[in-house]
């Protein structure tokens, strides 16, 4: 691989995990009470879908590799996480002003990140690797990436990815979460080829302002230019969404020893 | 007006049967297809289904489809895709429900889009309700529980495992039966096989300690790492003690995201810790039936992977923390490390006047 690859970034925003969700009933269907109010980050298997992106890129032979980060969410949204995560990589960011709902149809989000990719001027597609979260920590479906990958006829499909290794011939060795804490090991021949990732390897970047500064020339514009695109239902109506119930009696216990409660704990284990 | 339903399942890794969360699955299909008075089909995919075949065949499903041969041994999204699709159109069903194995989750969405139809996972129950079916899943991580339906058919479910019944062949108690398959042929084009399955790997710790069947979870919380009242830090003490808590009780590793996370930071780590053990929001969720808390805050991120663990007690130094607050059954205020040192001998005791092994459970992660 001599020209470097064209890596695009699907990720887009979730409420920050410490906050409580609440789930609200709108005529639209269900969404979360004050959403616009949430603090956001960047979905966190997207985050590291990102890191490994820049990572690739800065490897790759020739230094001619891209990377963009394409992410539909509301602008305001996309914005105040920008602010942070422009300052970790290089990329160019594709945004589209849209719904992030958690209960958005994934085959319209879907379809909307697909058009928008292929709506990317300059991509080659002999040297493009799609690259997401293989679930997201709002619709949590695992299912969003594949039918990007079928929208953009890319039959090399990775879901649950932990490490990408490119080979001396330019083939991928990739590693693929599955049951009971193992890897499935392939070989893909290269791209294009859609890759879904896990938490993979490398920690998270630290902010470098430098960067910052230079993805901010390009992040605004984009921004003020995002589109504003209606998501349509697909079909899909809830009947209900409500936080769980269940909420234990727990019961605090301060005045036993370390041999008292090992005993209780081993009674417990064995019935 | 009678509903067709495609049971679609995948060989297991042994080659001979299903993966275990096929029978929940085949359970719910027979049982919706009593409530749609619909027509049940099973389709199968694997290297060689015969085997697998022969222990459903007692199901009662109108037909057996499958798709077969050295090219569906393996996990790949291509070669799974078109096999799945295959049998899909050839089952012409409005219903397909499959297990969420990696394997399948890896491909189904892909195949929603290839029938014109569509997928959702993670799907905890069934309900038909007046002709008009129902699926339970979560969102946002297992913090909100919605109740779906959808207008496209056909309508791909990926059920999760432990939230139904199994299946079980009370015709034949529990043996094997002839099983009619119609092979469906599929040839793969070549640019279905630019990927090569080259094997299965475990890591790289010294122990497996992620065991999907174990009855119970131990978590570790980052602790394990961090001072304790001598001002020291301890993992060298740490790592064996949870070591020998899961040989006595074969019980699962999971950890919380601070503690995998140190691995990146280059802080004292755990040695055998690593993201495939992370429970929670960015983690796993698996299915025990009791879980083990050590050294751990319960903060909510983390608590959501215990949403399908039935019985939950804690250790913690803070009488106030997470665990405290309806999120755990019993809470210990006490010190971990005191606490599993006297548990495993207490454990390693018992184990030498037992002859009986440490109980399975039956859920998968």
């Known amino acids: 691989m001599t020209n470097g690859y064209h890596i695009v970034v699907c990720g887009s925003v979730v409420p920050d995990p410490l906050q409580t969700l609440e789930p609200i009933q709108t005529p639209t269907g269900p969404a979360l009470k004050n959403e616009m109010m949430l603090p956001a980050v960047l979905d966190p298997w997207a985050a590291h879908a990102l890191y490994e992106a820049a990572n690739l890129a800065s490897k790759a032979a020739g230094s001619n590799s891209k990377v963009w980060l394409v992410s539909v969410g509301p602008k305001a949204k996309l914005q105040q996480v920008m602010m942070t995560i422009a300052q970790r990589v290089s990329f160019e960011l594709v945004p589209v002003d849209s719904s992030a709902s958690g209960f958005a149809d994934a085959h319209s989000t879907a379809a909307l990140l697909a058009g928008t990719i292929q709506a990317i001027p300059g991509l080659d597609r002999a040297r493009l690797l799609v690259f997401g979260g293989w679930e997201s920590a709002s619709r949590g479906a695992g299912a969003t990436m594949q039918l990007v990958g079928e929208r953009l006829e890319i039959l090399d499909q990775f879901q649950g990815v932990d490490q990408l290794s490119v080979q001396a011939d330019g083939s991928f060795e990739v590693l693929e979460r599955i049951e009971g804490g193992r890897h499935q090991v392939s070989v893909c021949s290269g791209p294009p080829a859609l890759f879904g990732w896990a938490t993979g390897n490398l920690p998270e970047p630290r902010n470098n302002p430098q960067v910052g500064m230079a993805n901010m020339r390009t992040v605004m514009p984009a921004l003020q230019r995002a589109k504003s695109v209606p998501l349509a239902d697909g079909g899909l109506h809830f009947l209900s969404a409500s936080p769980p119930k269940q909420q234990r009696q727990t019961r605090v216990v301060k005045d036993m020893s370390a041999e008292q409660i090992a005993q209780e704990i081993a009674e417990w284990i064995g019935k | 007006m009678s509903k067709n339903i495609l049971f679609l399942a995948h060989v297991s890794e042994a080659g001979n049967t299903l993966p275990k969360a096929s029978y929940d699955v085949l359970g719910a299909a027979l049982e919706l297809r009593n409530h749609l008075d619909g027509h049940l089909t099973i389709g199968l995919i694997g290297a060689d289904v015969s085997a697998a075949a022969e222990t459903v065949a007692g199901a009662g499903a109108d037909r057996i489809l499958a798709v077969a041969g050295p090219d569906f041994a393996s996990g790949r999204y291509a070669s799974d895709a078109a096999a799945a699709e295959a049998i899909c159109r050839s089952a012409g069903a409005d219903l397909i429900l499959a297990p969420a194995t990696s394997r399948f989750m890896r491909v189904l969405a892909g195949v929603a889009h290839r029938l014109n139809g569509c997928a959702d996972t993670h799907v905890t129950s069934l309900e038909a309700v007046n002709g008009e079916l129902r699926a339970t899943r979560w969102h946002y991580r297992q913090r909100i529980e919605g109740v779906i339906r959808r207008d496209a058919r056909p309508w791909i479910l990926l059920l999760e495992s432990g939230c139904e019944a199994a299946w079980v062949n009370t015709k034949t108690n529990g043996s094997a039966g002839a099983a009619k398959i119609e092979v469906i042929p599929v040839t793969l084009p070549k640019a279905a096989t630019r990927t090569v399955v080259t094997g299965i790997r475990s890591p790289k710790s010294d122990v497996q300690t992620i065991r999907p069947d174990a009855n119970l979870l131990f978590v570790a919380g980052a602790g394990w790492t961090k001072k304790q009242a001598d001002g020291k830090t301890h993992v060298d003490q740490a ?63 983390h608590v959501v992977g215990w949403r399908f663990i039935n019985e939950r007690r804690a250790v913690n130094l803070d009488p106030n923390c997470g665990w405290a607050r309806g999120k755990a059954d019993v809470l210990y205020v006490a010190d971990a490390f005191e606490v599993v040192a006297k548990l495993n001998a207490l454990l390693a005791q018992r184990s030498r006047t037992s002859p009986e092994p440490a109980a399975q459970g039956a859920l998968v992660n």
């Open chain 2, 239 to 301: 790592e064996p003690l949870i070591l020998d808590f899961l040989r006595v009780t074969g019980a699962s590793l999971g950890g919380s995201k601070s503690l995998v996370d140190q691995s990146g930071e280059s802080q004292a780590v755990l040695g055998f810790m690593t993201h495939l053990n992370q429970v929670g929001q960015t983690g796993s969720t698996p299915r025990h039936p009791k879980g083990l808390s050590t050294c751990c805050h319960g903060e909510e991120p």
